[in-house]
């Protein structure tokens, strides 16, 4: 449930940001989503672990979990992919809200390990990849 809540603060972050939508297209994909043959570039986001009971400075969380945000891009100049990164981090990065039934109290930017281009079939694709950890709380109702 946490992963789900924490997907929503993410789409909701990036998909309200004209700046971010203009430079991809507005394609903005969960995880494995993106339809076949969809134009570069694109994001695609998604929780990949969900750690329940997490205590961070003797404050206990409901759930800390980890999200990847990748920027896809073929032929696309390595400036562009990096504009759109660094514009996803300054969104996300030490950014809070609430969500449905809860509430993000952070969302920190974990890092973005080096990623080879990704060889298929049909071309050679270039990724960017950042890491992402947010703690949610969910809303306890009396």
């Excluded at 999200?67 to 030490?94: C, F, H, T, Y």
């Excluded at 990849?129 to 947010?134: F, G, T, V």
Aim: proline share 7%.
């Amino acid at each position: 449930m946490e992963t789900l809540r924490a997907r929503a603060f993410v789409y909701d972050r990036l998909s309200s940001d004209a700046t971010l939508m203009n430079l991809i297209g507005n394609r903005l994909y969960q995880w494995g989503k993106a339809p076949e043959g969809t134009p570069f570039p694109y994001v695609e986001y998604g929780p990949y672990a969900d750690t329940p009971g997490v205590t961070m400075s003797g404050t206990v969380f409901d759930s800390a979990v980890r999200l990847q945000v990748k920027v896809w891009g073929s032929n696309s100049p390595q400036s562009v992919l990096e504009a759109v990164m660094d514009r996803i981090r300054l969104l996300l990065d030490r950014q809070k809200g609430s969500i449905t039934n809860g509430e993000i109290l952070t969302c920190n930017y974990i890092g973005s390990p080096p990623l080879p281009p990704d060889v298929k079939a049909s071309g050679i694709y270039d990724q960017l990849l950042s890491e992402y950890q947010l703690y949610v709380q969910q809303t306890v109702f009396a």
